[in-house]
C-alpha cells in the first residue's frame, strides 16, 4: 500500500506531481492512499510517499482537455475522497477510456460532475456575494492617502486561490485584502499574494462609500412586481446576509412590494418626457468656478442627469497637460471606481499609450458625459450611448474643465467626444485625424471600446496598430514632429 500526502487545501500542483510519478509506476489506484485537506496552509509540504519513493522526473501525463478542466475544478473541494476519485479517472483514462466523461451513467463519472458543479457554485457565490468595505490606514502613504478594502467571505470550499484571477481583472485599480476561514489573497495593484486563514476582522461592518454604492445599486434595480422570496434565497442564501451591504434593505423592500406594485398599476400611463437641456445648461454658466478643483465639486454634487449612476467620474491628470484625453463617458467599472478608464477599454488605451510613447501620468484624461448611463439586465448593467441633448447637458462642464487644464492637444475618442467638441455629428471612420476644435488643436481616434468588439484575427490587429499610430501622430503633433 503506497500513501500519499499532500499539502492541506486545493493542492493542485502536489496532486499533479504524485500523479505523474504513479502514472509512471502503473500503480493501481486501489493500492493508493491519498491524505490532505483538512485547512490551506501557506507552506506546504513536499509530496510523501510510503516505502518506495514516487520519480521526480515523471514525465507529464496527456489527457483530454476536458479531464484537465475537471481536475482544476474538483481539487478545490472538501470532499477527502476526491483526489482518489480523480486518480482512479486519470488511471481509467490511461487504461484507454479516454471518452470517459461522455458517459454520464458511469458512477466514478456522476459523482466527480456533482463535485465539480459544487466548486463552480462555491466560485459563483464568491463572484457575486463578496463585498469590499473601504478601510484608511494613515500610515500607509503608498496606498492613495492609505486607501484600501477588505473584504470577508465564507467559501464552502477551498476556492479561494482559484477565484484570484476574477478579483484581480475586476479590481486591478484598488489596494485589496480577502479574508476567509480556508485562506486569504492581498492585491497591491502590482503582485498578489496567497495566505494562510484568518479571522473575521472586528469593525468591517462599519459604513462606507462602497457598501452605499452597492446599496444604491441594488435599490434602483429591484423590480417589486417581480418579487418572489423563495426563489431570492435559493439565489442568495441566508448565509452571505451579513456581508451584504444590500442586505438591510431587502426585508424593507419585500414589505414595500404589494403597495408599489398596486401603485405602478394605478398610476396613469404617460409618453416619456424628453428633458430639455437649456435650462441646467443657463444654471451652470450661473456657476462660474475659478478653478478646476471649484468645478470638479460642482460636477461632484450634481445629480446625474439619467437615474442611476453611483457617482460623478471626474478628470484625471495634471493641469496644464500637454495633451488631453476625451472618452465618451464612464462604464460600470468606473462607476464603481470613481476613476477615468479604469475598465477594459481604459486598459487598452493604457497599452497603446505606452507603446506610442505617451505617459498616461502625464495626459490628462476625461470624458464627455460624467455620468454612467446604462439599462439592468438582470444583475448586469449595460452600457447606453448618451443621446445628443445629454451630450449638450455636459458640454459646459467639459468646456470648462478644458479651458482650465489648457492642453495644446485634445484627442477625441470616438463619435461622441467628437460631437461634444464640435457640436456637430462626426463620422470617426471618414474624418479620424487633425481636426480644430475651437481653441484647441484636436485629433479624431476611435474609442478603444470600439477595438474590443472587433472579431480576432488579423482586421483587429490592424485597427490596434492604426489607433496606436494615431496617438502616435497626437504626441508628434504636440512635440512638432506630427
Not at 84 to 103: F, K, M, P, S, T
Not at 145 to 174: C, H
Not at 199 to 205: Q, Y
Not at 407 to 419: E, I
Amino acid at each position: 500500500m503506497r500513501h500519499v500526502e499532500l499539502r492541506d487545501g486545493a493542492d493542485l500542483d502536489g496532486f499533479r506531481r504524485a500523479l505523474r510519478g504513479l502514472v509512471a509506476l502503473g500503480a493501481d489506484p486501489d493500492g493508493v492512499v491519498w491524505s490532505g485537506g483538512a485547512a490551506p496552509s501557506l507552506f506546504g509540504a513536499a509530496p510523501e510517499t510510503g516505502t518506495e519513493p514516487l520519480p521526480v522526473d515523471a514525465p507529464p501525463v496527456p489527457l483530454p482537455r476536458p479531464v484537465g478542466a475537471l481536475i482544476e475544478s474538483v481539487v478545490c473541494h472538501r470532499d477527502p475522497e476526491r483526489y482518489a476519485l480523480l486518480h482512479r479517472l486519470v488511471y481509467r483514462v490511461v487504461q484507454g477510456e479516454r471518452d470517459i466523461l461522455d458517459h454520464h451513467a458511469d458512477p466514478l463519472v456522476h459523482r466527480l460532475a456533482l463535485l465539480d458543479k459544487a466548486v463552480r457554485r462555491d466560485l459563483h457565490k464568491m463572484h457575486a456575494f463578496l463585498r469590499f468595505r473601504e478601510v484608511r490606514d494613515p500610515a500607509n502613504s503608498e496606498d492613495r492617502g492609505g486607501e484600501r478594502y477588505v473584504a470577508w467571505f465564507e467559501p464552502d470550499n477551498f476556492i479561494v486561490e482559484a477565484t484570484a484571477p476574477f478579483f484581480v481583472e475586476r479590481f486591478e485599480s484598488l489596494v485589496w485584502t480577502i479574508l476567509t476561514p480556508v485562506g486569504s489573497l492581498h492585491w497591491d495593484r502590482r503582485s498578489l499574494t496567497v495566505g494562510p486563514a484568518a479571522l473575521r476582522p472586528e469593525g468591517l461592518d462599519s459604513d462606507d462609500r462602497f457598501a452605499e454604492g452597492w446599496q444604491r445599486y441594488y435599490e434602483s434595480t429591484f423590480n417589486p412586481a417581480r418579487v418572489n422570496p423563495t426563489a431570492m434565497r435559493a439565489e442568495m442564501p441566508r448565509k452571505y446576509w451579513a456581508n451584504l451591504p444590500e442586505a438591510a434593505a431587502i426585508p424593507g423592500m419585500i414589505r414595500g412590494a404589494p403597495a408599489r406594485v398596486q401603485a405602478m398599476i394605478e398610476a396613469e400611463a404617460a409618453v416619456p418626457r424628453r428633458r430639455n437641456p437649456d435650462k441646467a445648461v443657463a444654471a451652470m454658466a450661473r456657476q462660474e468656478p475659478a478653478t478646476l478643483a471649484e468645478l470638479n465639486r460642482i460636477i461632484r454634487a450634481a445629480d446625474p442627469l439619467v437615474p442611476g449612476a453611483m457617482q460623478a467620474v471626474l478628470g484625471e491628470g495634471p493641469v496644464g497637460a500637454a495633451i488631453a484625453i476625451v472618452g465618451e463617458q464612464p462604464g460600470d467599472r468606473e462607476d464603481l471606481e470613481g476613476r477615468p478608464f479604469v475598465g477594459p477599454a481604459g486598459q487598452l488605451l493604457t497599452r497603446a499609450l505606452e507603446e506610442a510613447g505617451i505617459e498616461r501620468s502625464a495626459a490628462y484624461l476625461t470624458n464627455a458625459v460624467k455620468h454612467f448611463k446604462f439599462v439592468a439586465r438582470g444583475k448586469r448593467r449595460l452600457h447606453q450611448s448618451p443621446t445628443a441633448g445629454e451630450v449638450k447637458h455636459y458640454r459646459w462642464w467639459l468646456m470648462k474643465e478644458l479651458g482650465f487644464v489648457r492642453p495644446r492637444l485634445v484627442v477625441t475618442l470616438g463619435a461622441t467626444a467628437a460631437l461634444a467638441l464640435t457640436g456637430r455629428s462626426v463620422s470617426v471612420l471618414r474624418e479620424r485625424g487633425p481636426m480644430g476644435f475651437g481653441d484647441w488643436e484636436g485629433l479624431v481616434t476611435v474609442h478603444p471600446s470600439y477595438l474590443l468588439r472587433l472579431p480576432a484575427g488579423e482586421g483587429a490587429e490592424q485597427a490596434y496598430r492604426d489607433f496606436v499610430a494615431d496617438l502616435r501622430r497626437a504626441r508628434g503633433m504636440v512635440e512638432g514632429t506630427g
